[in-house]
């Protein structure tokens, strides 16, 4: 959830002191949600992917423009 002004953040964090079950499946998702999206390893094999891609592409630019 979202707080958006700071009363709201006051509160809400006062209500995950008050409720370990929800602040511990809110850990959960979050941490599920970091793995499957911020994973170091799957960021370099977009990356490289990317790069491949780029190299590639360059690549058969030149070789179509010797004659």
Known sequence: FHSRTF???IANVK???ENPVTRDRI???AK???IEHHDIK???DK???LFKKVFFESEERL???KI
């Open 7 to 9: 009363n709201n953040l």
């Open 15 to 17: 209500f995950l002191i």
């Open 27 to 29: 850990g959960k998702l």
């Open 32 to 34: 599920t949600y970091i």
């Open 42 to 44: 799957k960021i370099v």
């Open 47 to 49: 990356y490289e992917e």
């Open 63 to 65: 070789k179509s423009k």
